[in-house]
């Protein structure tokens, strides 16, 4: 299996880059914001408990996010590897990661991080918010409190990887292309 966690502050383009690799690589797309926002949009208790969280731009519980991926991998047996996108975002998602991974036999393969500017990511996430219809891209206040729980929570997260030889980090700005040519050569050098 090969499986790449694509890392990166709100705004990053995971989104947009993760269509194109799945598209190209076969891999299946593991996104929690959007398991979280098909759960809000079905109105189950999961995804009313979710909503506060996500308005106003905190994390929703690990244990909540953890259960999610636990169940998706459990309705996607033989798939040749996953995307993760937006996952893990804590230290704790990262290790409950590992041994989710473990018992499938299988491991992170690798994790490339994109790195945006925050005053370029602003900008992105306000346009976003003009089509998306997600009320957290068009609030800056929650924006930049996305930013915040970003560094606290999450930017943590590269250093578990960095640890194990499997982080690396490329430019996220210019053409979206050039950005995903980036990010297949490291996929490449890797696989
Ligand atoms: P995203 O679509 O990845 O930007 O996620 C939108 C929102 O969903 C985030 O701001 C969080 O409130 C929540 N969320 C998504 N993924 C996670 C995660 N792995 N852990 C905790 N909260 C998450």
């Known amino acids: 299996m090969f499986n790449l966690v694509l890392f990166g502050p709100p705004g990053s383009g995971k989104g947009t880059q993760s269509d194109k690799l799945v598209a190209s690589y076969g891999l299946i797309h593991l996104s929690t914001g959007n398991l979280l926002r098909k759960e809000i949009a079905d109105q189950t208790p999961l995804g009313l408990s979710a909503k506060s969280y996500i308005d106003s731009g905190k994390l929703v519980p690990d244990q909540v996010v953890i259960g999610m991926v636990d169940s998706f991998f459990d309705q996607h047996i033989g798939a040749k590897g996953f995307l993760f996108d937006g996952f893990p975002r804590t230290v704790?998602?990262?290790?409950?990661?590992?041994?989710?991974?473990?018992?499938?036999?299988?491991?992170?393969?690798?994790?490339?991080?994109?790195?945006?500017?925050?005053?370029?990511?602003?900008?992105?996430?306000?346009?976003?918010?003009?089509?998306?219809g997600r009320s957290d891209d068009t609030d800056e206040s929650v924006i930049r409190k996305r930013f915040a729980v970003y560094t606290q929570e999450t930017s943590p997260v590269a250093e578990h990887y960095r640890l194990s030889?499997?982080?690396?980090?490329?430019?996220?700005?210019?053409?979206?292309?050039?950005?995903?040519?980036?990010?297949?050569?490291q996929i490449d050098a890797n696989s």
Do not use: M
């Not at 030889?165 to 050569?185: L, M, P, Q, T, V």
């Open 165 to 185: 030889g499997k982080f690396r980090s490329i430019a996220g700005e210019g053409s979206i292309d050039s950005i995903f040519a980036g990010i297949c050569a």
């Open 92 to 132: 704790a998602q990262a290790q409950a990661l590992d041994e989710l991974l473990t018992k499938k036999n299988t491991a992170i393969s690798l994790v490339v991080a994109l790195e945006v500017s925050e005053e370029e990511l602003v900008k992105r996430l306000l346009q976003r918010g003009q089509t998306s």
